[in-house]
């Protein structure tokens, strides 16, 4: 049954990952909409959701989204590919709230690569959904797409490890680089905080796309059309939680230096 909530413009943009990668998003959200207010749900304990089967992701997203419901929110962002790509369909189905959502950029790959090769970096539960093998086979006659599982960076990530994924990304990127891509997609919101150890081991030529600025447009749009922006910031707040370490999500926020207004543990 679909639930109603009663949109309002000074509520709060509802944010979702299995983790911490949606922190990534989070940072664009509030470069491109500084007057809104945000609560973020890290669902570390059931990271990662990659090497989940389809049923548990959706399980997991509808949980992640009844609780933001409870908590007032007017839109919700599902910042995580392997969610959207798996889950997003049956949310929208079953909630009337708004639904933004998080794919590999493909298209924005195929207008600038000048090889026509690109590789995608992203998870087993994304590289093998429906919704990607559909956006992919679109490009199929202009692009050669390298696919790549990116075992185990969440996991490493997750734990705020990020040096260690150093040999797994040699394994994962130099064999793209060496079919001759010129873009690579970051197809995992959990993988912009690798930006730096990838950029050391790929020339300036090759360009990393990930989605997180143009899902933060995408929300601005969403809520200009809606009449949703908020015009009132005076109680804005920034809210985060987890249900893992609170320790690791506080490092995380201070690396990309968001302000937050609250952080703590939640059970969820
Ligand atoms: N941030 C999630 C994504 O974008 C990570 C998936 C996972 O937990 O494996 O796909």
């Keep these: 049954m679909k639930s109603k909530i009663e949109n309002s413009s000074e509520l709060p943009i509802g944010i979702f990952d299995s983790g911490l990668g949606g922190l990534s998003i989070c940072k664009e959200i509030m470069d491109v909409l500084p007057n809104e207010s945000l609560v973020y749900l890290a669902d570390s304990k059931n990271?990662?959701?990659?090497?989940?089967?389809?049923?548990?992701?959706?399980?997991?997203?509808?949980?992640?989204?009844?609780?933001?419901?409870?908590?007032?929110?007017?839109?919700?962002?599902?910042?995580?590919?392997?969610?959207?790509?798996?889950?997003?369909?049956v949310l929208r189905e079953r909630y009337d709230v708004p639904f933004v959502g998080i794919e590999p950029?493909?298209?924005?790959?195929?207008?600038?690569?000048?090889?026509?090769?690109?590789?995608?970096?992203?998870?087993?539960?994304?590289?093998?959904?429906?919704?990607?093998?559909?956006?992919?086979?679109?490009?199929?006659?202009?692009?050669?797409?390298?696919?790549?599982?990116?075992?185990?960076l969440v996991r490493l990530i997750e734990k705020g490890e990020l040096e260690e994924t150093i040999p797994l990304l040699e394994k994962y990127i130099l064999?793209?680089?060496?079919?001759?891509?010129?873009?690579?997609?970051?197809?995992?919101?959990?993988?912009?905080?690798?930006?730096?150890?990838?950029?050391?081991?790929?020339?300036?030529?090759?360009?990393?796309?990930?989605?997180?600025?143009?899902?933060?447009?995408?929300?601005q749009n969403l809520l200009e059309k809606d009449n949703l922006l908020n015009q009132n910031t005076a109680s804005n707040a920034n809210r985060?939680?987890?249900n893992n370490d609170v320790e690791i999500l506080k490092r995380f926020l201070k690396r990309i230096d968001l302000d937050a207004t609250e952080i703590s543990f939640l059970e969820f």
């Design 47 to 89: 990271a990662p959701y990659g090497e989940k089967s389809k049923e548990e992701i959706i399980t997991f997203s509808i949980k992640n989204t009844e609780l933001l419901l409870e908590l007032g929110c007017k839109v919700i962002v599902v910042a995580c590919n392997t969610a959207t790509t798996n889950a997003i369909n």
């Design 105 to 152: 950029a493909i298209k924005p790959a195929a207008l600038q690569t000048i090889t026509g090769k690109i590789g995608v970096l992203a998870t087993k539960g994304t590289l093998s959904s429906d919704l990607f093998l559909s956006t992919s086979y679109q490009f199929r006659d202009e692009l050669e797409i390298i696919e790549v599982e990116g075992t185990n």
């Design 175 to 219: 064999p793209m680089v060496n079919q001759g891509v010129d873009s690579i997609v970051l197809g995992c919101t959990h993988y912009p905080f690798l930006i730096p150890m990838i950029r050391e081991l790929i020339s300036e030529e090759i360009s990393i796309i990930d989605s997180g600025e143009a899902v933060a447009k995408q929300i």
């Design 240 to 242: 985060f939680y987890t």
